[in-house]
């Protein structure tokens, strides 16, 4: 991983960045469901879902989410923090070996007037599937420290 320091006043409004892609398989169902007890027939049983309008399992969409958000974690940034995440909203469905992307793009920031020092940068975060259709969207809201003040005794 890299780590680049970016403070507040360097992120600019429109930027962004997209990844790699990474195919989704059985196995990241079978795991998901372990590690979040969700053990829901949509995701597991494959009789089931050939009833289903899909006719296939469909992936976890926290599955899908945290792979997507996984994507992006290649820059370290020792001065922003993740406040959270608003927004997310589970587009189409994704299916073994579907193979998804993420791409993210900078649409907000402000200051923030309840701590002082620190801005509020959002990062809209689109997840992607090999036919280039979203998938998942999420806004990422980080607070991030303000550049100091360089010189001030």
Do not use: W
């Not at 930027?15 to 469901?33: C, L, M, P, Q, S």
């Not at 587009?91 to 073994?96: C, G, L, S």
């Amino acid at each position: 991983m890299l780590e680049q320091t970016t403070y507040f006043e360097d992120f600019v409004i429109g930027a962004g960045r997209k990844t790699i892609g990474r195919t989704i398989t059985e196995t990241d169902f079978v795991v998901h469901a372990g590690h979040s007890g969700d053990f829901f027939p949509h995701h597991l049983d494959a009789e089931f879902c050939k009833s289903l309008p899909f006719g296939q399992r469909i992936a976890h969409g926290t599955m899908v989410f945290t792979i997507g958000v996984g994507l992006t974690a290649t820059i370290i940034n020792p001065v922003a923090f993740s406040y959270g995440y608003d927004r997310m909203r589970f587009i189409k469905p994704v299916f073994i070996n579907d193979t998804i992307r993420s791409e993210v793009e900078i649409i907000d920031k402000e200051l923030m007037e309840k701590r002082p020092g620190y801005g509020r940068v959002v990062e809209r975060l689109t997840v992607f599937n090999q036919r280039d259709e979203a998938v998942l969207v999420a806004d990422h809201i980080y607070m991030v420290e303000m550049r100091p003040n360089e010189g001030v005794a």
